[in-house]
């Protein structure tokens, strides 16, 4: 794909972003590795729905500004980006965002399950949740750090999620899985019943993506139960026991 067509692709994928609610205002930001050298970022401070191709710019491995536009500065968040790319050499494209449902998990200090969906087992595995760093800050990368080399979707602690892919539309497309992934698990949990697949099918899953050969790097899950009721009730029930103790 030439670099007009890698523009008009990440102009897609903002638009979809957008669309499906995974960005407000002029949150998120969205980037691809077009050589050894250079990377398309999006421009801070701007719609993601309504990008425009004067809106994409390009940097060097160190942020530094190939394409001048005075109108337009690089997203705020490109040392995140750009401590991927260092990273990994495999990854081509890096997705930013925030999610309703998977950024709640994160504001909870928790992540959703990926054993309840085989889709989510597949092409998420267990998603990390990097603590919490002032955005635009170096905090930020250096939050993301230990985990870059493990997997290809990580949670932001009160901020957001963050996929990447060898190509553009595989990170959007693991931005998608996540979010279903956790939309689906808060729905169920509302009904007060998670049921996930056991571990000896989690270990048949792992072999399926060995056979597809699946690209990209996941953290194999642990099948283990999730019943927030019965957490919720066990919580309560200590309290009262404790509170006729007294
Ligand atoms: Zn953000």
């Known amino acids: 794909m030439n670099e007009p067509e890698q523009k008009s692709l990440l102009i897609e994928i903002g638009k979809r972003l957008w669309t499906r609610g995974f960005v407000a205002a002029n949150d998120g930001n969205l980037s691809v590795r077009i050589n050894d050298k250079e990377i398309l970022v999006t421009a801070s401070g701007l719609s993601k729905g309504f990008l425009t191709k004067e809106m994409i710019l390009k ?3 160190d942020g530094n500004p190939i394409s001048q536009n005075p109108d337009y500065h690089p997203s705020s968040e490109v040392k ?3 401590e991927i790319y260092r990273h990994r050499k495999d990854i081509q494209a890096v997705v930013h965002a925030h999610p309703p449902y998977a950024t709640s998990f994160a504001v909870a200090g928790c ?3 990926p054993c309840v969906l085989p889709e989510a087992v597949l092409t998420l595995g267990a998603v990390p949740v990097a603590p919490y760093g002032t955005p635009s800050t170096e905090k930020v990368p250096q939050s993301i750090r230990s985990y870059i ?6 949670l932001l602690a009160n901020h957001g999620a ?3 892919g060898e190509d553009l ?3 959007y497309h693991r931005m998608e899985t996540l979010e279903h992934t956790a939309q689906i698990t808060f729905l169920a949990m509302q009904m007060g019943k998670v049921h996930v697949i056991p571990q000896n099918e989690i270990e048949k899953l792992m072999e399926v993506r060995k056979q597809m050969k699946i690209p990209g790097r996941i953290i194999i899950p ?3 139960p999730v019943d ?3 957490a919720i009730i066990d919580a309560i029930t200590k309290r009262v026991v404790e509170r006729l103790k007294k």
């Open 59 to 61: 940097v060097d491995l």
């Open 80 to 82: 995140m980006h750009l």
């Open 111 to 113: 992540t959703p399950n």
């Open 149 to 154: 080399d493990q997997t290809d979707v990580i």
């Open 162 to 164: 963050l996929t990447m």
């Open 169 to 171: 539309l595989t990170a």
């Open 222 to 224: 642990q099948s283990e």
């Open 228 to 230: 927030m009721n019965e």
